[in-house]
């Protein structure tokens, strides 16, 4: 009965190995189809895995007219709890689609560990003299450049520059120039 039940074990697992192979040439066969996925597929430390789950979740970008529309639908817009007098504190809305946001952080700390661009305004984010950032705040914030830069490659099928990312931080835009 044992090796009866192993067998039945070992042919369950190669049929779901099998449909993984399956789902896996359909998810490439998908991606080749949508506009500027190469160029995403290019920027270090995001896979095709990320840009599925993007795109699976945020659909065709030309619904979109501006980057915010998706960082809303993610619920990684910004909102500070006030009432009268009392000013809270600003955290993000969490209003939105959940695997979105949970699969962009999980995007952003690679990013932040492997890319050195992500790394760089990691570090500005965190250690800035005016409004320093806490760590997790950082990685927010690194979750909606992701997402800008994901929605201008897809609807202008750019590439991925990460002298162009840094141009927004004054003292980082200044480096390359000066070396």
């Given amino acids: 009965m044992a090796k009866l039940e192993l067998r039945t074990l070992i042919e369950k697992y190669e049929l779901v190995k099998q449909r993984f192979e399956e789902l896996e040439s359909t998810i490439d066969n998908l991606l080749e ?21 993007f795109f699976s979740e945020v659909g065709d970008l030309s619904y979109y007219s501006h980057p915010k529309q998706i960082i809303k639908l993610a619920g990684l817009s910004l909102r500070e709890n006030t009432s009268g007098n009392h000013k809270g504190q600003t955290r993000i809305t969490k209003r939105g689609r959940k695997t979105l946001r949970a699969l962009l952080f999980r ?44 929605f201008t490659i897809g609807t202008k099928q750019c590439d991925f520059s990460e002298e162009r990312m840094l141009q927004d931080i004054p003292h980082l835009a200044e480096l390359p120039k000066a070396a």
């Fill in 107 to 150: 995007v952003a700390m690679p990013l932040v560990a492997k890319n050195s661009a992500f790394r760089a305004l990691h570090h500005y984010f965190t250690t800035r003299s005016d409004n320093p950032l806490k760590k997790m705040q950082s990685l927010i914030a690194i979750c909606n450049k992701l997402i800008r830069i994901l």
């Fill in 33 to 53: 189809q949508i506009p500027g996925v190469q160029q995403m597929l290019a920027i270090t430390g995001i896979g095709k895995d990320t840009v599925a789950g």
